[in-house]
């Protein structure tokens, strides 16, 4: 839809329908987690949530240099980078376990012990983290133009971007260890 958008308003207004679908996906993945791969939740966590972190690096590092040139517009480019959702769907889609096979207990909001300070500082922690990445993301484009440096836009956003790697990575080969136990909090990766 944002590929087909015409004009800034109509374009925002779909940035903001894509923005409702990540806050719907992003919670669910854990519940999806628990009832997929109920033995294996740490190692799967930490699977999709390096899957967040490399989304966006791709697109940033290849858009500008390699795909704008090649489809010869944004709308192109946007259009190009949704070819690989729906193929992430599709596969989903047909590969996903039944759901009526699972014994896992879903998480939801009644299982979050709401009244833990735990569970307000994590969340203070994941609003921070999460507002100096998208605002990083939003602000370094405007600032490179304004400093007549468009040319680095795509390599600092990859790095920008490339940074949190080291980080899914340790994530990944610790997380059996680092995983919650049934009844514990379980919270989603952000």
């Given at each position: 839809?944002?590929?087909?958008?015409?004009?800034?308003?109509v374009l925002y207004a779909t940035t903001m329908l894509m923005g409702v679908g990540l806050a719907i996906a992003q919670p669910a993945l854990p519940t999806l987690v628990?009832?997929?791969?109920?033995?294996?939740?740490?190692?799967?966590?930490?699977?999709?949530?390096?899957?967040?972190?490399?989304?966006?690096?791709?697109?940033?590092?290849?858009?500008?240099?390699?795909?704008?040139?090649?489809?010869?517009?944004?709308?192109?480019?946007?259009?190009?980078?949704?070819?690989?959702?729906?193929?992430?769907?599709?596969?989903?889609?047909?590969?996903?376990?039944?759901?009526?096979?699972?014994?896992?207990?879903?998480?939801?909001?009644?299982?979050?012990?709401?009244?833990?300070?735990?569970?307000?500082?994590?969340?203070?922690?994941?609003?921070?983290?999460?507002?100096?990445?998208?605002?990083?993301?939003?602000?370094?484009?405007?600032?490179?133009?304004?400093?007549?440096?468009?040319?680095?836009?795509?390599?600092?956003?990859?790095?920008?971007?490339?940074?949190?790697?080291?980080?899914?990575?340790?994530?990944?080969?610790?997380?059996?260890?680092?995983?919650?136990?049934?009844?514990?909090?379980?919270?989603?990766?952000?």
């Open positions: 839809m944002r590929a087909g958008s015409r004009g800034v308003g628990r009832q997929w791969m109920p033995s294996r939740t740490g190692l799967a966590t930490a699977a999709y949530s390096s899957g967040m972190v490399v989304g966006p690096i791709a697109p940033v590092s290849l858009s500008l240099p390699f795909l704008l040139p090649l489809v010869g517009g944004w709308p192109g480019v946007l259009a190009a980078w949704s070819l690989p959702v729906l193929l992430i769907a599709a596969v989903i889609f047909f590969v996903a376990p039944n759901r009526s096979h699972h014994q896992a207990r879903s998480v939801g909001p009644s299982s979050i012990k709401w009244n833990s300070s735990l569970v307000w500082r994590l969340g203070f922690i994941f609003a921070g983290t999460n507002s100096v990445y998208f605002g990083g993301n939003a602000f370094l484009p405007g600032y490179l133009t304004g400093a007549v440096r468009p040319d680095l836009i795509s390599p600092v956003l990859a790095a920008f971007n490339l940074g949190q790697l080291p980080a899914t990575f340790l994530l990944g080969m610790a997380a059996q260890r680092l995983e919650r136990k049934s009844g514990h909090l379980y919270l989603p990766a952000s």
